[in-house]
């Protein structure tokens, strides 16, 4: 009975709010940082909404380890890509201006791909090796102005929940400026909406923000490159509910 119930809320309440939420802070967005106001507007609208969301679809949230983060410094953080909440997840709790580092085929998404352009967010093209690398670099130019960045490693949302090994970009940025990797693990997002469903679910969800991990001392090229990645895939996955965990 409460699954129906839900189901009718979502249809009737959650979705049309939603999609008007999401139309008014893109437009807010773009006017915001066309105004010159990027610093404020790349950030706070999009907080705003993906908490409101969070609220809106009554999953409860639970969020340890800000006290990790110190102002003023920038990080890659580096996150388990379970479902769409993620975004909603981190963007609206992690505490922190971030700017996103997605995938090129997002920017063709109606008002949020222009959103996304105006707010700096980098869009990773994988067409190619070439275009790859231009990507990273476009990243680095991002951090080097003392930004932060947030990369989902695993490069898509997972099918089951569980995590799959990293790709190096995340990685190989943090490294190239020195700069501290901070793992987050994501609990509950599988399980609001995962891969492939069109079906909104309630259910909790957790931010776990670890400890920053230097790159100072990490060796140059593909194998230090490798042993970070799989360092930082052991730190989040140590924080997996036992249902996810390989």
Known sequence: MIRILYAFYVCLFFLPVFLILTILTAVITMGGCMLGGERFFSY????????????????????????????????????????????????????????????????????????????????????????????????????????????????????????????KGAFQMAADLHLPIVPITLNGPYKVLPIGSCRLKRHRMEMIIHPPVSTEETEAGHKGLQQLAGHTHQIIASALWKEFRV
């Open 44 to 167: 706070y609208p999009g907080m705003i909404w993906s908490r409101i969301t969070c609220y809106l679809a009554l999953c409860p949230v639970k969020i340890s380890g800000r006290e990790h983060i110190s102002r003023g410094q920038s990080y890659v953080f580096v996150s388990n890509h379970q479902g769409a909440f993620d975004i909603f997840l981190i963007y609206g709790f992690l505490g922190v201006p971030i700017k996103w580092v997605m995938k090129a085929g997002l920017r063709k998404l109606p008002f949020v791909g222009a959103a996304c352009r105006a707010a700096g967010f980098i869009f990773v093209d994988h067409s190619s090796p070439k275009a790859a690398a231009r990507s990273i670099k476009e990243a680095e130019q991002v951090l080097k102005k003392g930004a932060s960045v947030i990369v989902f490693p695993e490069g898509s949302r997972t099918y089951t929940g569980k995590m799959v090994p990293f790709k």
